[in-house]
């Protein structure tokens, strides 16, 4: 009787704390999410300072390629050892929400729900870089 009295006390126990530790994880999630996406962003803007005003690519290079290689002023990937730019990023930082890196391109906003391919979302035109997951972080 009294270990059945221990295992009842222990199952509530778990029943209090499991909780509080799952909404612990998505929280550090969303708090990683976030840092990632100031990151990106600023790097972003860094490359257009750097690229008169391009957004990455806008020249040769794919967006990845320009954040993660080295660019000339005009946004081709380049070899030389001088007059070149970046890489910004040593990597596309993963999403933590769909484990994936990979960066959809396009013109519009995001669409609300997200994908479960594509971990973020950059928009060609406006410059805008925002997570694209199915937990719905796009307006981070």
Request: net charge negative.
């Amino acid at each position: 009787m009294e270990i059945l009295i221990v295992v009842v006390i222990l199952g509530i126990l778990a029943a209090i704390v499991i909780p509080q530790f799952t909404e612990a994880s998505t929280e550090a999630k969303t708090s990683s999410l976030c840092t990632d996406l100031q990151t990106v962003r600023s790097q972003i803007e860094l490359y257009k300072i750097q690229h008169n005003d391009q957004l990455p690519g806008a020249g040769t290079a794919t967006f990845e390629l320009a954040m993660t290689g080295k660019t000339d002023v005009a946004g081709a990937v380049s070899t030389a050892t001088t007059n070149v730019y970046g890489p910004y990023l040593q990597k596309i930082p993963t999403n933590q929400f769909n484990d994936s890196s990979l960066v959809e391109k396009g013109t519009v906003s995001p669409v609300p729900g997200g994908s479960t391919t594509y971990g973020w979302y950059f928009n060609t035109g406006t410059g805008a870089f925002n997570a694209n997951d199915s937990a719905d972080h796009a307006a981070l």
